[in-house]
């Protein structure tokens, strides 16, 4: 056998999938950047060239910066707040109690779910007198008739406590991985210094899942920072635009505007924050990784 | 001591289940309340007599042919499984096992698309598969998604977790190439093929913004644009029946995910260990 024909047969079965990488990847990708130098609209065939202008448009704009501080905030307050419930869930269902397999499957129920049906059910959830939150009050004998979804100050909450839970799944499941993955002996040794209970998560829990929590706050961030459907079917980016996020403006501007052009800018903007977000964790992962080895 | 901590512990295990599960609950409750009833409140959320016949009235709808969205589904949904387990382990075989210049290069494009969020691609994958005549049709459904650079990478960790040996044995017994892939391989890479599929399934299954920009007739709709046409043209007026086209949806998810739960808790761990 010949190096020339093992290359030949490795490319052969790499192929397929390395066509379809092209086509619906590296070659739009290229494309959507082309796309972003052009003053261009989906309905109209003639484009004008105008270099960087969408870019500078795009970030002074009022609207899109207003996107992109909606998002920060979504991610602000969505990712810390999921991962310190999925921690105390993967906890919870960490220990030697009987069904407790049982709770981690209807945990995760929500992951599998279609985004629609959750949007749908969680505007319920939301509505104002006969929801589930206002009316569950009213059996408490509280009255409360909020519009939780049309009020500027808790359309975004709304939007970030469904996160919570519809996001839940996947990441109880990493930090239960992480859990497991703590060697016994640890929590051993730390009992003969009197440290139990809380000072036993403090001190050996907490600090061998920071590779966990690091890979977990990352793809949470990268996927909060791209959330579309739940703002699409329960709020379009209201009240006031405070829940316009960039993954809906950025849906707005390309589908209903039909400004091809500057919508690919916007996104480029997008992808250049999550490449440095995606860079960070790998250069970060690797200094973790030397650090484990050298140890 | 201990007994009142496992207490607490199923305590707070059974509260958070029942907030996680009561919209569902609610959900299917709805659903078999008469059909323009108006939202019930928890006091009266159980329905006197259940209609039933609202599943009927959803799934033969004269306006919103969510039988025919049903079968779409499935055929996309099987299609983009099938062909992407195909695709992605013959990849993931070139790359376990061979040998070329550009094979590491290769590779870590395969990694950096990854990060090619949808937002970025959405406008030149609509403009593409629009040159290639296939908007409205279920191409522009099935052949997008015949790969994915997850589960290359997946399934290419299961590859180089299988002793080369093995290939070694089969080559003297006058295996080829091909033959290696398919009776050595594959057999052996059998739980990460069941969590790629897993994955895809759900991911396809789900999928709701290419669909809903690629297709525009009702003929090539899939269950998720249809749900979401349904919940916007009753626009929270008729909620029995918008709960009932929801269950719809979700009861082949629940079954599928009962009988494939622990390929999931495989695969989301697979993806953290990079």
Known sequence: MTDRREARFGWLFIGPAFLHLLVFALIPICYAFGLSLFKTRMIRPEKAFVGVDNYTFALHEDSFRNALWNSTRYAILSVPLGIVVALAVAVLVNQKLRGVTIFRTLYYIPAISSGIALSMLWIYVYLPETGMINSGLHLLGITNKTDFLSQVEWAMWGVVVMSVFTGLGPRMVLFLAGLVGIPQELYEASALDGATGWRAFWKITLPMLVPTTFFVVVTSTISALQIFTPIYMMTKGGPEESTDVVGYHIYTEAWVNFNTGLAAAKSFVLLAAIVVISLIQFRLMRNQLQGYSAA | ?274
């Open chain 2, 1 to 274: 001591m201990r007994y009142a901590k496992n207490a607490l512990s199923y305590f707070g295990m059974i509260a958070l289940a029942a907030f996680m599960i009561a919209p569902f609950i609610w959900m299917i409750l709805v659903s078999l309340h008469p059909s323009q009833s108006p939202i019930p409140t928890l006091a009266d959320i159980v329905p006197k007599k259940p209609a039933y016949e609202n599943y009927g009235k959803v799934l033969f709808d004269p306006n919103i042919p969510v039988a025919r969205f049903f079968f779409n589904t499935v055929f996309v949904t099987l299609s983009v499984v099938v062909g992407q387990l195909l695709v992605t382990s013959l990849a993931a075989y070139g790359f376990a096992r061979f040998k070329f210049v550009g094979r590491e290069l290769t590779f870590a494009l395969f990694l950096a698309s990854m990060m090619f969020a949808g937002p970025v691609l959405q406008i030149p994958m609509f403009l593409i598969v629009k040159g290639f005549g296939w908007l409205d049709t279920y191409a522009a459904l099935i052949v997008p998604g015949l790969s994915s650079a997850f589960n290359v990478f997946l399934l290419r960790q299961a590859f180089l977790a299988i002793p080369k040996e093995l290939d070694e044995a089969a080559k003297l017994d006058g295996a080829g190439y091909f033959r290696i892939y398919w009776r050595v391989l594959l057999p052996l890479a059998k739980p990460s093929l069941a969590t790629a599929a897993a994955f895809t399934f759900f991911g396809v299954w789900t999928d709701f913004f290419w669909p809903f920009i690629s297709t525009n007739s009702m003929e090539t709709r899939t269950l998720e644009v249809g749900l979401s046409i349904f919940g916007n043209s009753y626009g929270g007026t008729n909620w029995p029946l918008e709960m009932t086209a929801a269950v719809i949806v979700m009861a082949p998810l629940l079954l599928v995910f009962l009988f494939c739960q622990r390929y999931f808790v495989r695969g989301v761990m697979l993806g953290s260990i990079k």
